[in-house]
């Protein structure tokens, strides 16, 4: 199954590893330490140029990814729940 998470831009439920609120985690040093090193990294993916709510952390194959979206960590959980749409 596929969560879509904006703009076009769908994810693997199996790849999943976390779903954050960016207003709540980013206040914490580890968040933005991990957030500052995928972005050096090339791991941050953008799914939109609006203000971002909420970001997947996602691991396939070894390869971990992080995914920056518009739409709430609730919306995403609630799409989760209802079959990724």
């Given at each position: 199954?596929?969560?879509?998470?904006?703009?076009?831009?769908?994810?693997?439920?199996?790849d999943?590893?976390?779903?954050?609120?960016?207003?709540?985690?980013?206040?914490?040093?580890?968040?933005?330490?991990?957030?500052?090193?995928?972005e050096?990294?090339h791991?941050c993916?953008?799914?939109?140029?609006?203000?971002?709510?909420s970001?997947?952390?996602?691991?396939?194959?070894?390869?971990?990814?992080?995914?920056?979206?518009?739409?709430?960590?609730?919306?995403?959980?609630?799409r989760?729940?209802?079959?990724?749409?």
């Open positions: 199954m596929y969560l879509h998470i904006g703009n076009n831009y769908s994810v693997d439920t199996r999943i590893v976390a779903i954050f609120d960016i207003e709540n985690t980013t206040v914490g040093k580890s968040t933005k330490l991990l957030l500052e090193r995928a050096k990294e791991k993916v953008y799914t939109t140029y609006e203000m971002p709510k970001f997947i952390i996602t691991m396939k194959n070894g390869r971990e990814r992080v995914y920056i979206s518009q739409l709430s960590a609730s919306t995403l959980r609630k989760l729940e209802i079959g990724g749409f």
